[in-house]
Structure formats: structure tokens, C-alpha cells
């Protein structure tokens, strides 16, 4: 993974802890906490595709495994955000770039379900019971609910700030250097010249003028030899 991913996506999953355990946790909600970091951890995917979102979502989850009140086993949390972040991650379209926000928000209902049922899955094998005694049904309509409730706020915010990042001066200046060097060796009109005889004559003319100090006469638009207009063309 990139430097400025990396860059990018420490403070915001450190941000979205702080404010899940310092603030959203305290609130005491029914059922289900609000899961501002995984939502983080979608909106990153989006952009970064399933590598990335995987990579992400493993450290998001190993991070909130170790801070405390944490009262689960370490890695966890880590494994479902990996997995979260993977499959988020897949919805990336060739382009880049989703269209609508349907698909975004479908993948949030999708992460937020998907979370809740993994979580409480991981934790039947390990012994943790806690999902029984409060009702599993309960806990996903209500994460559902939080996260739809929170997604406008984070997710398009997060994307927009990942995909400026995306953005490299290097590789667009390079690129458009090694465009104009195709533009001037290739056959074909590039940004209104053409790389025929008019261009190689128009050139002459210019390192000539540059010798002598003399301005050449500037040619008569659609005329050439005697004034004569262009066989095959018609004047209006």
C-alpha cells in the first residue's frame, strides 16, 4: 500500500476510535453501538479497492481490539473489518469512481449486517455468549439502523478526501510529457499541428527569421501557391 494512503488513513481510523469509545459508546443506545469505524473503514475501501480496504480494515480492527474498555479477544474485531474491508472493497468499479450512491449505500447495510453476524459468529468459537443474552436479531436492526443513520455524514466525506490523495502530479506530468513527444513524432494533427510539410516549412521559416532578425510574412489563410484556393475545397 501506497505512503499516502497510509498517510490518510492512520488519522482517520484514530479520529473515528477516539470518537466511537469517547463519545458514541457513552451514550448508551439501545442495542448495538454505532459503528463509526467501520464506516471509515467502507469509505476507504470504496476508493482504495479490496487490497487496500483489507489491509486498512485489519489494522482499524486490530487498533480497537487493543484500546480499551476493550472486553473481547485480540484480533477479533481485526478479522471482521479485514473481511469487511475486502469484500467493500470488491464494489470497486473499473473507472474508479461510483456513479449514484446506490451501490455505496448498499454496501453499508451489507457491512453493517455482514459486521454484526461475523462479530457474534467469531465469538461463539471463542466462548463469548454475549449476542445470545441480548438477541442477535435486536443487534443487527439496530447497527443497521446507527450506521445508515451516520453513513451520509462519514462515508462521502471519507471517499472525497481518499480520492484526492489518488491524485499524482508526477504521473499526470510525465504522462502528459510523453503525450506531446508522441503528438510531435506520430503522423496525425495534434493540438492544431500538423506534422507535415506546412510544419517542417513553418519551422524553417522561423529558425531562418531568427538568423537574419526579418519577420516573415504571415501565410494567407486557405490560399497557396499564386493565391490560388485549395483544389477540392470550396470557398465560402
Same mark, same amino acid.
Given at each position: 500500500?501506497?505512503?499516502?494512503?497510509?498517510?490518510?488513513?492512520?488519522?482517520?481510523?484514530?479520529? !473515528?476510535?477516539?470518537?466511537?469509545?469517547?463519545?458514541?459508546?457513552?451514550?448508551?443506545?439501545?442495542?448495538?453501538?454505532?459503528?463509526?469505524?467501520?464506516?471509515?473503514?467502507?469509505?476507504?475501501?470504496?476508493?482504495?479497492?479490496?487490497?487496500?480496504?483489507?489491509?486498512?480494515?485489519? @489494522?482499524?480492527?486490530?487498533?480497537?481490539?487493543?484500546?480499551?474498555?476493550?472486553?473481547?479477544?485480540?484480533?477479533?474485531?481485526?478479522?471482521?473489518?479485514?473481511?469487511? @474491508?475486502?469484500? !467493500?472493497?470488491?464494489?470497486?468499479?473499473?473507472?474508479?469512481?461510483?456513479?449514484?450512491?446506490?451501490?455505496?449505500?448498499?454496501?453499508?447495510?451489507?457491512?453493517?449486517?455482514?459486521?454484526?453476524?461475523?462479530?457474534?459468529?467469531?465469538?461463539?468459537?471463542?466462548?463469548?455468549? !454475549?449476542?445470545?443474552?441480548?438477541?442477535?436479531? @435486536?443487534?443487527?436492526?439496530?447497527?443497521?439502523?446507527?450506521?445508515?443513520?451516520?453513513?451520509?455524514?462519514?462515508?462521502?466525506?471519507?471517499?472525497?478526501?481518499?480520492?484526492?490523495?489518488?491524485?499524482?502530479?508526477?504521473?499526470?506530468?510525465?504522462?502528459?510529457? +510523453?503525450?506531446?513527444?508522441?503528438?510531435?513524432?506520430?503522423?496525425?494533427?495534434?493540438?492544431?499541428?500538423?506534422?507535415?510539410?506546412?510544419?517542417?516549412?513553418?519551422?524553417?521559416?522561423?529558425?531562418?527569421?531568427?538568423?537574419?532578425?526579418?519577420?516573415? #510574412?504571415? +501565410?494567407?489563410?486557405?490560399?497557396? #501557391?499564386?493565391? #490560388?484556393?485549395? #483544389?477540392?475545397?470550396?470557398?465560402?
Amino acid at each position: 500500500m501506497r505512503i499516502n494512503r497510509i498517510l490518510l488513513a492512520t488519522p482517520l481510523v484514530v479520529v !473515528a476510535l477516539i470518537l466511537q469509545v469517547g463519545i458514541l459508546a457513552r451514550l448508551h443506545l439501545p442495542g448495538a453501538v454505532p459503528d463509526l469505524l467501520m464506516l471509515v473503514v467502507v469509505g476507504l475501501a470504496l476508493v482504495y479497492g479490496h487490497v487496500g480496504g483489507s489491509l486498512i480494515g485489519f @489494522g482499524a480492527g486490530l487498533l480497537a481490539d487493543l484500546a480499551p474498555p476493550a472486553d473481547h479477544a485480540i484480533g477479533r474485531y481485526a478479522l471482521v473489518l479485514c473481511v469487511i @474491508g475486502y469484500a !467493500a472493497g470488491l464494489t470497486k468499479p473499473d473507472g474508479g469512481q461510483h456513479r449514484s450512491a446506490t451501490l455505496p449505500l448498499m454496501v453499508v447495510i451489507g457491512a453493517a449486517v455482514g459486521s454484526t453476524l461475523l462479530y457474534a459468529g467469531v465469538g461463539s468459537l471463542v466462548g463469548d455468549t !454475549a449476542a445470545r443474552h441480548v438477541g442477535l436479531v @435486536g443487534l443487527v436492526l439496530s447497527a443497521t439502523l446507527y450506521d445508515l443513520l451516520l453513513a451520509p455524514f462519514t462515508v462521502p466525506l471519507v471517499m472525497a478526501v481518499a480520492r484526492r490523495t489518488e491524485h499524482d502530479p508526477l504521473a499526470t506530468d510525465s504522462g502528459g510529457a +510523453a503525450a506531446g513527444r508522441s503528438g510531435w513524432g506520430s503522423g496525425t494533427a495534434t493540438g492544431g499541428w500538423l506534422t507535415t510539410g506546412t510544419g517542417l516549412k513553418s519551422s524553417r521559416n522561423a529558425m531562418k527569421a531568427l538568423r537574419t532578425g526579418r519577420v516573415p #510574412k504571415p +501565410a494567407r489563410g486557405g490560399r497557396g #501557391k499564386g493565391g #490560388k484556393g485549395i #483544389k477540392g475545397v470550396k470557398r465560402l
